[in-house]
């Protein structure tokens, strides 16, 4: 076979080798590096010529790759730019099992919108987006919990309100039209607002829930944008789009555990809820918040000691009998047994109450 004619397996194989490096990644806790190559593009560059290596004796060949990054991403890379294409360069080559291949460089680009529809094939285009500033956000969502917009009918609003503040101690910041709206500003605008920048989506499906147009248009502006939505059954199964959504049916006292059990598969939940568990309050709430644990299935070693540092320093969640694991009966196995089930590492509860991670 000519040089010309020769199939390389490294080319095919690079969407693999990403995918790969973002585990790798993230276990690391290198969320910089991972969400570079997770949003990017990627193209491969082959090495037709080749060159002879004394090493092996055979010929080898060094593909570049080049990672188109997204426009909104790529200026913050700034000068950091180079170590990173020389740092994902190193890291592919330590994970391909290739012998006369390997990657001579990565090379980061902005994608670029000439010839094709990149905003598309990025993934993440936002339809009808809207740009939200720093300051609209906090008055919106007020602090950096995960942003849980709830759809709901004005006479549940009450409801709606104390479900948001349930909500808050799981790490969310929902945002309820009716409760959170000021008087000085249009609504419609702050409504759209609040689609714009959510990360989620639920809808609070109570009897009268399709008898608003603006609900039903919150659920199409949600499905638009690509977050995850929850249709939750109070009284109405769903209906129309969201009826492929599969119901959540629970009661309003237990919808607060039930929704967050659902969000916490997705990465910015988790750290949400890992940010919030420090500012526990009292022993009830311990063991309210421990009620999530054996639904959290896998954690970064670095995600697992913040969470060991939050029940260390929190006397409410060391001595809450859902954190501790002193009545497993009741409370379940505590922290210390979910945090070695979540990483595969040994981790342990001394006598002076707090958890360690063992080493080797």
């Known amino acids: 076979m000519s040089k010309g004619e020769r199939i390389f397996q490294l080319p095919s194989r690079i969407d693999r080798l990403l995918a790969t490096l973002s ?7 290198d969320h910089r590096r991972r969400k570079v190559i997770v949003n990017s593009q990627s193209r491969v560059q082959e090495d037709r010529e080749g060159t002879f290596s004394e090493y092996s004796g055979e010929m080898v060949y060094g593909h570049t790759v080049y990672l188109h990054v997204p426009e909104s991403l790529y200026p913050s890379l700034g000068e950091e730019r180079r170590n990173l294409q020389d740092q994902i360069t190193t890291d592919i080559n330590e994970i391909k099992n290739i012998p006369d291949e390997y990657i001579s460089a990565v090379f980061l680009e902005m994608e670029e919108a000439e010839g094709r529809d990149w905003r598309s094939e990025s993934g993440i ?41 349930r909500l808050a101690l799981f790490g969310v910041s929902a945002f309820v039209a009716h409760a959170d709206i000021r008087p000085t500003k249009k609504w419609q605008d702050e409504i759209e607002n609040a689609l714009a920048s959510m990360d989620a989506f639920v ?55 039930q929704l967050v059990r659902l969000l916490i598969k997705q ?14 309050r009292n ?17 970064s070693v670095k995600q697992a000691q913040q969470l060991m540092a939050a029940f260390n320093k929190n006397r409410q969640l060391r001595e809450s009998f859902g954190f501790s694991g002193e009545k497993p009966s009741l409370y379940g196995v505590g922290l210390a047994a979910h945090l070695s089930r979540m990483t595969g590492k040994k981790f342990i509860r001394m006598e002076t109450g707090e958890i360690e991670m063992k080493k080797k």
């Not at 285009?125 to 008055?139: F, G, K, N, V, Y």
């Open 23 to 29: 585990k790798i990644y993230m276990d690391r806790g």
């Open 125 to 165: 285009l936002l339809p009808r987006q809207r740009t939200i500033t720093s300051t609209t956000a906090e008055r919106i969502w007020g602090g950096e919990g995960y942003r849980v917009f709830l759809s709901h009918k004005a006479e549940v609003k009450k409801k709606a309100a104390g479900l948001k503040e």
């Open 203 to 257: 809808a609070l499906l109570t009897e009268k829930f399709h008898d608003s147009d603006w609900t039903d248009q919150e659920v199409g502006y949600a499905l638009d944008r690509g977050v995850p939505v929850i249709a939750v059954k109070l009284g109405r199964d769903p209906y129309g789009f969201i009826g492929r959504f599969q119901a959540l049916s629970c009661t309003w006292d237990d919808a607060p555990l």
């Open 267 to 280: 990465s910015r939940m988790l750290d949400c809820h890992i940010t919030a568990l420090p500012n526990c």
């Open 283 to 299: 022993y009830d709430k311990g063991n309210a918040l421990s009620q999530l644990l054996p639904d959290i299935k896998e954690l």
